[in-house]
């Protein structure tokens, strides 16, 4: 058995995967467990390129019925932008674009109900 496998962790707390099968090719060693790695890369980039998107596309959406006092789609859309941001995806800025988009939603949701809130417990109650 070769000293590294595809599931070897850096150890460190993230979860990223250490770069053993890329220092292991470029000695020239085993290039099937190369191709598999790469591969593997390729499809953990996907993903986290994914959540990217759909904090940002949940961030725009979260903008436009910010009115309608609705939380879970802004929520929804920072916990894929910060979920993208910590595995350090290649669309990290549409990421934070997202988030920032999700943020300014909430506070927007807050600063129209809260005033409807209060002028309801103070004309019913």
Not at 23 to 35: A, I, Q, V
């Amino acid at each position: 058995m070769d000293k590294f496998t595809i599931d070897d962790k850096s150890g460190n707390d993230n979860g990223h995967y250490n770069n053993i099968a890329r220092d292991t090719f470029d000695n020239g060693e085993d290039e099937g467990y190369h191709e598999m790695y790469l591969e593997y890369e390729k499809e953990e980039q996907l993903v986290n390129s994914t959540n990217s998107d759909i904090s940002f596309i949940l961030g725009i959406i979260s903008i436009f019925i910010s009115f309608c006092f609705q939380i879970y789609i802004p929520v929804f859309s920072i916990y894929c932008g910060i979920k993208a941001i910590k595995i350090n995806a290649q669309r990290k800025r549409l990421a934070i674009a997202g988030v920032i988009l999700s943020i300014v939603s909430l506070v927007l949701s807050f600063a129209v109900f809260l005033p409807i809130v209060i002028y309801l417990i103070k004309n019913f109650i």
